[in-house]
C-alpha cells in the first residue's frame, strides 16, 4: 500500500510540541519545508460551514497536530434508539483521515480543513485510569477507530503503544484497533494479554479498487491479520460496508474462501457485516468527489428508521443471507453479527434479538459503567 503520511502536502504542528519526542518525530518523519510550527486560526463549527469537495479532499493532506482540550472517552455511535448496539466505547486520538473510501460517514460532518492528530495520549489514559477506577469491575470494549483509522498515522504519534501499555495492566478491558492499513510491524513484538484486538474492515479487491481508495489491497489485510494472529493477538473481520456491485456474489463468495482458508473460527473473536449506509448529508459531497461511477454514489438508497440511507430491507436481507451461509457452508463454527442494524433487520435476518443468540451475547450484553 501508498506510504501515507508521504502524502501530507503541510504538516502545522502545535509550537508546545516543538522539542518533545513527538515534535522530534516529525522532523525526522517530514521534510523541513512542509513542517510550520505555528496552528491555524481554530474557527468554531458554525463559522467553519461546509467544505467544498475540493476542501475536503485537501483536508485530508494537511495535518495538524495538537493537544484535544476535550474528553477522549465516548460511547460508540451505534447506541442509539432503533438499533441494536454491541456495548462499546470509542476513544478519538484524532479526526479524519488520509485514505479516501467513497462511503466514509465523516463526509457528513468532518468540516475542518485539516486532518488532526491530537497529541496529548497522557491525558487519553488519564482518562481511562478515572473510568477504570470508578467501575473496577467493568469489562469495556474500546475501539479508536472511529473518527480517523486506528494505524494510518501511528507511525507519527506512537500512541498505539501506550495505550497497549495501559491495556496491560487491565487485562478485563480489550482494545480494538479498526484499520484498513496493513501497518502493523511496530506493534507485532509489544507484550499483551490477549486483549489487544486488531480488526479489518474487508471488501472483494473489486470493491476496495473501485471505493476504497488509498487502503491496503485485500489480500495486504489479510496478510497483515495472519501475522498477528501468529503473535497471539485476536483478531476481527467487518464485512461492512457490504456494496451490492455486479457479480457481487461471485466477488464476495471469493472473499470468504479466502479468509475461511486463512483463519480458523477460533482466530476470528468477531465477525460482523453491515449493509451500506450512508448520511443524507454527504450524499452531495460523494457525488462531487467521486461521481456517479462508483457503486456507491449511483445506488438506490432509501431512508431507514435512524435516518441513515441504506438499501431496501430486502436487498440488505439477500445480502447477509448470501455471506451467513457461505460462512456456514465452509464451517459451521463461523458465527457473524449485524453491524450498526436495525431491530428489524436483526429479527429479519436471525428471528431473535443478539442478545438472545448464545454466541453473540456476550457483545450484546449491558455494559457496568455509565456512559460519560
Ligand atoms: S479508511 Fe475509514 S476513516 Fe478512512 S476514509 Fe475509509 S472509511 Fe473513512
Request: some cysteine; charged content about 20%.
Amino acid at each position: 500500500m501508498v506510504q501515507l503520511i508521504s502524502r501530507f502536502e503541510k504538516v502545522m504542528v502545535s509550537p508546545e510540541l516543538q522539542g518533545t519526542p513527538l515534535g522530534q518525530r516529525v522532523e525526522w518523519l517530514f521534510p523541513k519545508e512542509v513542517i510550520s510550527w505555528q496552528l491555524p486560526q481554530l474557527k468554531s463549527s458554525a463559522q467553519l460551514g461546509e467544505l467544498s469537495a475540493d476542501q475536503y479532499s485537501k483536508s485530508k493532506r494537511t495535518l495538524c497536530i495538537l493537544p484535544f482540550p476535550g474528553n477522549f472517552f465516548k460511547r460508540c455511535p451505534g447506541f442509539k434508539k432503533g438499533l441494536a448496539c454491541c456495548n462499546y466505547y470509542v476513544l478519538n486520538l484524532g479526526l479524519q483521515c488520509p485514505m479516501d473510501c467513497s462511503y466514509c460517514y465523516l463526509q457528513s460532518y468532518h468540516n475542518t480543513p485539516t486532518t488532526t492528530l491530537y497529541s496529548n495520549i497522557d491525558s487519553a489514559i488519564d482518562e481511562l485510569h478515572t473510568m477504570f477506577n470508578e467501575n473496577p469491575l467493568s469489562q469495556l470494549r474500546i475501539g479508536t477507530g472511529e473518527t480517523m483509522d486506528s494505524l494510518a498515522l501511528d507511525s507519527i504519534s506512537l500512541h498505539n503503544a501506550r495505550l497497549m501499555e495501559f491495556f496491560f495492566d487491565h487485562p478485563k478491558w480489550y482494545l480494538e484497533f479498526k484499520t484498513k492499513t496493513n501497518y502493523v510491524d511496530h506493534l507485532l513484538d509489544l507484550p499483551h494479554r490477549r486483549n489487544v484486538i486488531f480488526s479489518w474492515s474487508l471488501n472483494p479487491q473489486e470493491v476496495i479498487d473501485h471505493e476504497e481508495h488509498l487502503t491496503a489491497s485485500l489480500q495486504e489485510r489479510l496478510n497483515s491479520a495472519r501475522l498477528c494472529a501468529d503473535r497471539g493477538f485476536p483478531v476481527a473481520f467487518y464485512l461492512d460496508p457490504l456494496i451490492w456491485h455486479e457479480n457481487w456474489k461471485d466477488h464476495y463468495r471469493q472473499l470468504i474462501e479466502q479468509v475461511t482458508t486463512t483463519f480458523e473460527p477460533h482466530e476470528v473473536v468477531q465477525l460482523a457485516m453491515g449493509a451500506l449506509r450512508i448520511q443524507p448529508e454527504q450524499r452531495h459531497l460523494m457525488r462531487e468527489r467521486f461521481g456517479m461511477e462508483s457503486y456507491v454514489t449511483s445506488s438506490e438508497l432509501l431512508p431507514c428508521v435512524t435516518g441513515k440511507l441504506r438499501y431496501d430491507s430486502h436487498l440488505r436481507k439477500e445480502l447477509y443471507h448470501f455471506v451467513l451461509s457461505e460462512f456456514k457452508a465452509r464451517c459451521s463454527g463461523w458465527t457473524i453479527s449485524l453491524c450498526m442494524e436495525t431491530i428489524q433487520a436483526w429479527k429479519q435476518n436471525y428471528h431473535e434479538m443478539p442478545a438472545r443468540i448464545p454466541e453473540l451475547r456476550p457483545f450484546f450484553q449491558p455494559s457496568q459503567p455509565a456512559h460519560r
